[in-house]
């Protein structure tokens, strides 16, 4: 999987405390174990913003405050923005948030202290994940963050927990158990 590390993309700006439950995904998509991305992609923020969907365009970025991804991490809203090539940046996190993100293969950046207050949806911003480097297009301004881990960064390249899989698997097909056949 190819990854770009610096890249381009539209803000869209949420606040502190965003949960998982009925904020990044609604409840009912989440009991159900829903995974297909097209049935995800326009539930992502729609109960918070219901514009979403019809604005987020793949690649574009999502700028949160403090405590992004309250609750327990379920796997949907990171199946969505995964499918979408979105990437976070956030004031502050939780590590189970970011072993969830990076298991689906969404670059998310932490510790972006006053992020959230700098930036305003829409504003196209350029990013450098492996450096840290934050950069508002229209007025030139830029904030230097601490970067995206490199362990995460392989993880992502790899495609994500299930990439990184496959790949181990493939070196040691020893340890590869027979699939049942289909029925």
Same mark, same amino acid.
């Given at each position: ?55 987020? &365009?793949? !690649?574009?970025? #999502? ?5 992004? =991804? /309250?609750?327990?991490?379920? $796997? ?43 930036? &305003?949806? !829409?504003?196209? #911003? ?5 450096? =840290? /480097?934050?950069?508002?297009? $229209? ?45």
């Amino acid at each position: 999987m190819s990854v770009e590390w610096c890249s381009g993309g539209s803000c869209h700006v949420f606040g502190d405390d965003l949960m998982h439950d009925n904020g990044m995904m609604e409840w009912k998509y989440i009991i159900e174990r829903q995974t297909d991305p097209a049935i995800l992609i326009p539930r992502l923020f729609a109960l918070i913003d219901p514009k979403f969907a019809t604005g987020v &365009r793949p !690649g574009d970025f #999502i700028v949160a405050g403090r405590r992004f =991804g /309250l609750g327990k991490p379920h $796997a949907t809203a990171y199946i969505a923005m995964a499918a979408l090539g979105l990437r976070v940046l956030c004031e502050s996190s939780f590590e189970k948030v970011m072993r969830a993100a990076t298991n689906a293969g969404v670059p998310i950046m932490t510790q972006c202290t006053g992020i959230s207050s700098w930036l &305003r949806t !829409g504003e196209k #911003i350029r990013v450098d994940m492996a450096s =840290g /480097l934050v950069t508002e297009i $229209a007025s030139g301004r830029s904030e230097r963050y601490p970067a995206l881990r490199p362990v995460f960064r392989q993880t992502i390249e790899m495609g994500g927990r299930r990439g990184l899989l496959e790949q181990w698997l493939a070196t040691h097909p020893e340890l590869k158990l027979p699939r049942a056949p289909a029925t």
